[in-house]
């Protein structure tokens, strides 16, 4: 199993330098200069040039490029162009709120899912399959946003049960924030994941293994959570890691609706004041978050079905 | 979706309920006072370097101007200012000389001592560094000769130029907030996250995910203010902030500068406050006369005709105000419309716009392409100008960018129409300096001005009538000069004034303002706010 | 594409159109949600005809009004009539709906075909590049592109299609590799076939089939997508109306009157939801493996 983190950690510098050049790449053509945006409209072409200066943006877009390099190597993010506080720092403030709505939401959305979809599966064809594949749908088709929306509405504004926004403090509180907008986008992965289990579990149930260990008189709910659910859940774990991945998607939007802290939020701030450092900074977490989700997902693949690490 | 009786029962049997998950409501809290403001940080606290609006209404609190205009309002004549942290002050005859005598005893906050003339000094020579990031530089250079100390509580103003205003163009200014001399040098970069003033309150401490937070500073030379602690959190989302004022979870918010939100949020909590300055910000719309059909006088004529002023003023109301001309009605220098010509009042009239634009060889209409910024004030204004163009036969292909990148492009001379909102003190001719003058006309490389119409340069202006007033030291010999301008610029029509648009804060009726908004600048002092009611 | 591609690429699915038809047809639940769609696009089609308003006509005399009986769904903060901005918003969602995976499916189909077909080193590098872009959220990609080009149409076009594009990249390349070894193409290279000619004739109309799946799949998606990038400002130009622009100018009126995100988040959740129907519908016919989100 080593191997294969090793050789997953290694697949995954390549691809991360390639990221890296992209950001840089993007950044510069972002239109807009950042020594503008931060002398405001009045601002003399002396002061541009010094603010330049003072950023680094002076020297030539290679001497830009090895520095942006070796800084992302050494995980100096810099300080923010705009209220020069250090990026590393502003990381460290938002990623966790970022990791705590991932993990909330993909724990609620997960849990309401797998029953969903093995009682899908059990009772296929019947009004509870249809039920529960209406509700996927639905998942799937209301958009984050909206349904943020109307939790807040409903929940925070009119029945005063939930905070307004911010992102919490001390663990009891972080956690009374999270919920509403972790149960936004809970609902999407319960569609995706429920779907994703009644499928897989229906190809599962056909196996041979699960007939025989019917057939030797095994009762029904141990014969699917024992044999069949462990197996249909390799698809799933996947399925999982994409829908992690579309987290940080959603959260970008919920955070905006929500008022809550997060990279999401700060990267689009980042890009609306050409804070260059942040934009740089947000996007090599995105990255790495990417790089680590598939990694894990890699890890319980091979956790969960061990021949797969035996065929690499 | 209105509140009823029940609703609120159902949530406040839910807050029991809560019991200890529900944090405790700060607005809540007798000795804080919390304000939301339309940012995501603080940026910085340095004041003569601050561009973010937001950052200007810490500073106002941390610290103090040499003189100041009666709370709630701006001064409109010399006379109107009142003393500071300056006790008095004199000025010679020319307009060029100002002499202050500083109050005595005036503490800065964390030990770092007395204010004195030398902090003055240091505080007005730092604005004129060309290098160092101060906002609006090119004012203080313009009109700053030099300052000098002379004994510890007297310092003299040198002027470039005669100002007879300059208690409100350079003194009551971000630039003009007194910083110390030590404490500034001391801390380099990191007075910006750190700031030492004389104000009321004094700087506590910035945390990253609440704010920045202000304690009363207990050695103010006036009375300490009324409520000992001052947060600022930073809630950029206009819905978000709105939320958190209506659940009373902040008790002043910045308000949203778009059609029909104060009513609709008045309609929600019907006991909410509201502070506005009178005029806020001036909305101006230039026309690029380098840009085909906009050089002909007569199609920037249908534009004004086309653009129905009462109805933008009235969708944005109470904040929106219509204009004459480019100086607030409040301002020394407006004209009103019964002083005008008939021909310069342009009444609103389609159908004129319409004939204009026919005799100009457009009768069937014609298109033109146009950048706009995202910011509400600014893409509410220009979908109302783009929807009344479309009316009269003027098709405007709107790119909806960015504010920054909105503001680059016009930098650039890349704009058509061009939407500038701006916010003057009632100093008499700045508006025009910046945006009508020769001088200052855009070019594209981005080194030019922020005159976008190009007015004075592809045609005269009023340039002659500006330098004439270089030398002025009467102020209503420039009131008057600034009323020809007025009229020159109605006749040139190089720019629209689309309206005013009020800076207004919503606020909680459990905190008393001690005083009346009634105009100033965007941010006022908090100093004399009260709790009352718990 | 050319004219001969497209007859080649369509030809062998006529019966598999007849299939989903009768499928859906036998499914009261997938028929009543196609009969929807149907709606929804004849909605879009003759939206001048069936709008009561101009939905860019501003009346600011008349602003945020509840619904009543001239306008059932009330106004906006311009005094827009917001029933008839939600109907010309299903022709933006429509429109862009399906435009964007179109292009995004010839453009990643190229690559993949590309890619699969030559494998080596081709492989590797189209293979590197996929990855970097299956890297970032679509969104992500969304808001960096809008940023640099600004927000409209057309470069919403050009978000989604880099966001998609690689996506259908890698579904060809799969479907591609799994049948470059079969006879028929070894036989097609031996008998002196170009290569282009292979592609044309022999591969495309084979895995045209997972193409269209995809394609499904990711109508409703790209509808999603346009509301969400329109509701952070960076999606369609106000003031042409799409549902997510409808919900972020309902936002700032929530207090007065939150029909207008009530209905327009309705409008969007039905559509994706019919999209997802028929994407069900044709992927259980056509391709019971592809399992792509």
């Given at each position: 199993m080593w191997r294969l983190v090793a050789s997953r950690v290694l697949d995954a510098i390549p691809t991360m330098f390639l990221v890296l050049t992209l950001v840089f790449v993007a950044m510069r053509l972002l239109p807009g200069d950042p020594a503008v945006t931060l002398l405001g409209d009045h601002a003399t072409p002396a002061q541009i040039e010094a603010m330049r200066a003072r950023l680094g943006l002076d020297v030539p877009l290679w001497q830009q490029y090895l520095r942006f390099l070796w800084n992302a190597l050494t995980f100096d993010f810099g300080k923010s162009f705009v209220n020069s506080q250090s990026v590393a720092a502003m990381v460290g403030l938002n990623l966790p709120y970022t990791i705590e709505l991932t993990i909330v939401s993909t724990l609620l959305g997960t849990i309401a899912a797998i029953p969903l979809g093995v009682v899908a599966a059990t009772h296929r064809g019947k009004t509870t399959d249809y039920v529960t594949r209406l509700f996927s749908l639905a998942g799937f088709a209301i958009p984050d946003f909206y349904l943020g929306a109307l939790l807040l509405i409903t929940f925070?504004?009119?029945?005063?049960?939930?905070?307004?926004n911010g992102g919490g403090q001390g663990f009891a509180d972080r956690m009374y924030h999270v919920f509403l907008p972790a149960i936004a986008l809970a609902f999407i992965k319960a569609a995706f994941v429920s779907r994703l289990t009644r499928s897989s579990l229906l190809e599962v149930l056909n196996k041979d293994f699960v007939r025989t260990a019917r057939a030797k008189g095994g009762r029904e709910p141990r014969v699917i959570y024992r044999h069949a659910l462990r197996n249909a859940l390799l698809p799933v774990v996947t399925g999982l890691g994409l829908s992690i991945l579309s987290t940080l998607s959603g959260s970008v939007a919920i955070e905006f609706i929500f008022g809550r802290p997060g990279i999401g939020s700060m990267l689009i701030t980042g890009i609306e004041t050409r804070d260059y450092p942040v934009i740089q900074a947000g996007i090599v977490v995105f990255a790495m978050f990417v790089v680590v989700v598939n990694l894990v997902m890699d890890v319980l693949y091979v956790f969960i079905d061990p021949r797969v690490g035996a065929v690499r | 979706m209105r509140p009823n009786r029940r609703q609120f029962l159902g949530a406040s049997i839910a807050a029991a309920a809560a019991g200890p998950f529900l944090p405790r409501a700060q607005a809540q809290d007798a000795g804080v006072m919390t304000f939301a403001l339309a940012a995501r940080s603080a940026n910085s606290l340095e004041p003569a370097v601050v561009v973010q609006g937001a950052d200007n209404w810490v500073n106002m609190q941390i610290f103090d101007t040499l003189v100041r205009p009666e709370d709630g309002t701006f001064a409109v004549t010399p006379g109107d200012f009142k003393p500071s942290l300056a006790e008095s002050w004199t000025s010679s005859a020319d307009g060029r000389t100002w002499t202050f005598q500083l109050r005595k005893g005036v503490q800065f906050h964390g030990g770092y001592g007395e204010m004195t003339s030398d902090d003055v000094k240091f505080t007005f020579e730092r604005l004129l560094d060309p290098k160092r990031p101060v906002d609006r530089q090119p004012l203080y250079a313009g009109t700053l000769e030099s300052i000098t100390a002379e004994g510890p509580s007297t310092v003299v103003f040198k002027l470039k130029r005669p100002d007879p205003l300059f208690c409100g163009s350079i003194l009551y200014t971000r630039g003009g907030c007194i910083v110390s001399r030590k404490a500034s040098t001391e801390r380099g970069d990191k007075h910006a996250m750190n700031p030492i003033g004389t104000g009321a309150y004094e700087f506590d401490r910035?945390?990253?995910?609440n704010g920045v937070f202000l304690k009363a500073f207990a050695q103010h030379w006036e009375s300490p203010p009324g409520v000992p602690e001052l947060r600022f959190s930073y809630i950029l989302d206009t819905t978000a902030r709105t939320l958190a004022l209506l659940a009373g979870k902040v008790d002043m918010i910045e308000g949203v500068r778009a059609p029909g939100w104060i009513p609709s949020i008045q309609a929600r909590k019907k006991d909410l406050q509201f502070d506005m300055t009178a005029p806020g910000s001036i909305n101006t719309l230039h026309m690029n006369m380098t840009r085909k059909p906009f050089d002909d006088l007569r199609v920037r004529q249908a534009v004004r005709y086309a653009i129905d002023k009462e109805a933008i003023a009235k969708s944005l109301a109470p904040m929106g105000k219509p204009m004459v001309?480019?100086?607030?009605?409040?301002?020394?220098g407006a004209v009103t419309e019964a002083e005008l010509p008939a021909e310069l009042r342009y009444k609103y009239d389609p159908d004129r716009a319409k004939k204009l634009l026919a005799e100009a060889g457009f009768a069937s209409g014609l298109s033109f392409a146009n950048y706009m910024s995202t910011r509400e004030d600014y893409s509410s204004n220009m979908l109302i100008v783009q929807e009344q163009l479309r009316k009269v036969g003027m098709n405007m292909d709107m790119s909806m960018i960015d504010h920054t990148t909105y503001h680059l492009n016009n930098r650039k001379n890349l704009n058509t129409l061009v939407m500038f909102s701006s916010s003057y003190p009632p100093t008499l001719a700045q508006i025009f300096i910046d945006q009508l003058a020769k001088e200052s006309e855009v070019k594209a490389d981005g080194t030019g001005g922020i005159n976008f119409s190009h007015y004075g340069a592809v045609m005269p202006g009023i340039d002659g009538m500006l330098e004439a007033l270089d030398n002025e030291p009467s102020f209503d010999a420039i009131v008057k000069s600034v009323q020809q301008m007025e009229i020159q610029i109605l006749r040139d029509l190089p720019v629209i004034s689309l309206g005013s648009l009020s800076y207004v804060i919503v606020r909680n009726p459990r905190i008393d303002l001690g005083y009346k908004v009634r105009s100033g600048y965007a941010y006022w002092p908090l100093k004399r706010a009260r709790v009352v009611k718990a | 594409m050319t004219p001969t591609a497209e007859t080649l690429a369509v030809a062998p699915e006529r019966g598999v159109l007849a299939q989903i038809a009768i499928s859906i047809a036998r499914d009261r639940v997938s028929l009543s949600f196609f009969v929807v769609l149907v709606a929804i696009v004849l909605v879009a089609v003759f939206a001048p005809e069936i709008a009561p308003y101009d939905p860019i006509a501003q009346s600011l005399l008349s602003i945020n009004l509840p619904p009543s009986a001239e306008h059932w769904l009330g106004t906006d903060q311009f005094g827009r009539d917001v029933l008839s901005r939600i109907i010309y918003g299903a022709r933006t969602s429509l429109l862009l709906g399906v435009t964007a995976p179109v292009i995004a499916a010839v453009i990643g189909t190229l690559f993949g075909v590309t890619a699969g077909y030559f494998g080596g080193w081709t492989d590797r590098i189209i293979g590197r590049f996929l990855d970097i872009f299956l890297a970032f959220p679509a969104l992500l990609l969304g808001i960096l592109i809008a940023a640099a080009l600004g927000a409209g149409f057309w470069n919403m076009v050009v978000v989604l299609t880099v966001a998609f594009a690689p996506r259908f990249a890698r579904i060809a390349r799969a479907s591609t590799m799994a049948i470059r070894s079969e006879a028929f193409i070894e036989a097609a290279i031996a008998s002196g076939m170009r290569t282009p000619a292979i592609m044309l004739h022999h591969i495309l109309p084979n895995i045209a089939g997972s193409i269209v799946v995809v394609l499904t799949l990711w109508v409703a998606t790209a509808v999603r997508l346009e509301a969400t990038l329109s509701f952070l400002g960076l999606g369609t130009q106000p003031p042409k109306a799409s549902w997510g622009n409808i919900i972020r100018d309902g936002l700032g009126n929530l207090f007065g009157s939150p029909w207008p995100i009530v209905a327009a988040g309705l409008a969007i959740t039905v559509t994706v939801l019919a999209f997802n129907m028929l994407g069900d519908a044709v992927r259980d016919i056509l391709d019971p493996e592809v399992r792509d989100e």
């Open positions: 925070s504004l009119n029945l005063g049960w939930f905070p307004i | 910035i945390d990253p995910a001309g480019l100086m607030a009605p409040t301002y020394a | -």
